[in-house]
């Protein structure tokens, strides 16, 4: 894992420790997110399906709602990790969610071989805006 600095080395640590609480009992695809505030504080979330597979959440988005209603205003950063070979690069509706309440926050993707480094207008140009 190539070092970058010490919160993204942070963020990765948690992530990975929040994905082992995945509920996945359909995919077995397990993801961990770890977000950090610009306060220094680290919300986490992981992926948990459900048997209605409409109502799964995903982990990032999970790590976001946790954060906003906790109060938190700014996202600095964003990390994903995956049990899968590649990169997994957050579903539409979480990109429409980071729009939303993480707008100017890093996104980091953790995969096999590094650190991938997004903003959320790479990942989600044109996105709605009510
Ligand atoms: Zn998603």
Redesign the pocket.
Same mark, same amino acid.
């Given at each position: 894992m190539p070092k970058i600095n010490d919160y993204v080395e942070r963020l990765y640590r948690e992530a990975v420790k929040a994905m082992k609480n995945a509920i996945v009992p359909y995919s077995g695809f397990r993801v961990g997110a770890a977000l950090l505030t610009t306060e220094h504080k680290v919300y986490t979330g992981c992926?948990i399906e459900n048997p209605s597979l409409m109502l799964s *959440? %995903?982990? *990032? #988005?999970v790590a976001i709602l946790k954060a906003v209603s906790d109060g938190v205003k700014d996202v600095r950063a964003i990390m994903i990790v995956s049990g899968m070979e590649g990169y997994c690069h957050? %579903?539409?509706? %979480? #990109?429409q969610?980071i729009y939303e309440f993480a707008r100017d926050a890093e996104i980091f993707i953790a995969g096999k071989k590094g650190i991938r480094k997004y903003s959320i207008e790479e990942l989600l140009p044109h996105a709605f805006k009510a």
């Amino acid at each position: 894992m190539p070092k970058i600095n010490d919160y993204v080395e942070r963020l990765y640590r948690e992530a990975v420790k929040a994905m082992k609480n995945a509920i996945v009992p359909y995919s077995g695809f397990r993801v961990g997110a770890a977000l950090l505030t610009t306060e220094h504080k680290v919300y986490t979330g992981c992926n948990i399906e459900n048997p209605s597979l409409m109502l799964s *959440e %995903c982990a *990032e #988005r999970v790590a976001i709602l946790k954060a906003v209603s906790d109060g938190v205003k700014d996202v600095r950063a964003i990390m994903i990790v995956s049990g899968m070979e590649g990169y997994c690069h957050p %579903c539409g509706s %979480c #990109r429409q969610i980071i729009y939303e309440f993480a707008r100017d926050a890093e996104i980091f993707i953790a995969g096999k071989k590094g650190i991938r480094k997004y903003s959320i207008e790479e990942l989600l140009p044109h996105a709605f805006k009510a």
